[in-house]
């Protein structure tokens, strides 16, 4: 697709505002500025009734860059938490290995982990059937993290094909660890701070179910509670 640039100019007010707006959004000004044009447009698509306009500006906000990372790095509170836990860069954890194994066999996926998420990373305290060399460095960039979404949204994310959702389909998760189905649940804090994620993954398409989610979710709170017992330690 042809990329046009175009030079509007703002006034130091406005550019203050759109600056304000676009950092709680966790976006760029250009970003915050193509969001806003996409929106007009579909509005004004919508009053005269165009669909073809309609599903043109649908499929371009589908493309549009992701927040999330942005999300996850912005959440100041969340990091602080996080680093103050005792569960980074911490090594191997018997009691969240057992969790993350028992995700493994029930739902009968090749890989299972307990994630959190930092800024710029995911560390692993779990990771049963991770290939390498991501085993051993117990980490991967945001870039390969489907769980900063689970994180930003604090809700469950199923994903039967990451290949065909617009929301993954770009992440380097796809190529380089073969991921291709991706169920993953918050791990939420007593104190309300999404840490990281519980998460099963298939190398090829599957249909996640209703139960499936709920068995993670019951799982997910057993990881919150080992989490609150390595705090407590930590404090």
């Known amino acids: 697709m042809a990329m046009h640039v175009t030079t509007v100019r703002f006034s130091d007010e406005l550019w203050e505002q759109l600056e304000r707006e676009a950092a ?9 500025v193509r969001d806003a044009a996409l929106l007009r447009v579909a509005t004004m698509a919508g009053r005269r009734g165009d669909d073809e306009v309609m599903t043109s500006v649908q499929e371009l ?21 996080l680093r103050s836990s005792g569960l980074l860069d911490a090594g191997p954890a ?3 290995d057992r969790i993350a194994e028992l995700v493994r066999q029930v739902l009968n996926v090749p890989v299972a982990l307990v994630s959190l998420v930092e800024h710029d990373r995911q560390y692993f305290c779990a990771l049963p059937g991770l290939p390498e060399p991501w085993a051993s460095a117990r980490e991967t960039p945001l870039s390969h993290s489907f769980c900063q979404h689970v994180v930003m949204r604090r809700a469950p994310l199923v994903v039967p ?12 998760a796809i190529p ?25 993954i298939d190398d090829k398409p599957r249909h996640w179910t209703a139960d499936q989610v709920e068995l993670l979710e019951a799982l997910a709170a057993s990881v ?12």
Request: aromatic letters at 4%.
């Open 161 to 172: 094909d990451a290949r065909e959702e617009p929301l993954v389909q770009d992440n380097l």
């Open 24 to 32: 709680r959004e966790g976006v760029s000004v250009a970003q915050f």
């Open 61 to 81: 906000a589908a493309r549009a860059p992701r927040r999330a990372v942005a999300d996850v790095a912005r959440d100041q509170e969340r990091l602080t938490a």
């Open 94 to 96: 018997p009691q969240f």
């Open 176 to 200: 380089d660890l073969g991921v291709i189905a991706y169920l993953g649940v918050p791990i939420v804090t007593h104190d309300g701070h999404a840490l990281g994620s519980l998460c099963a």
């Open 224 to 235: 919150v509670s080992e989490v609150e017992l390595v705090r407590r330690e930590a404090a």
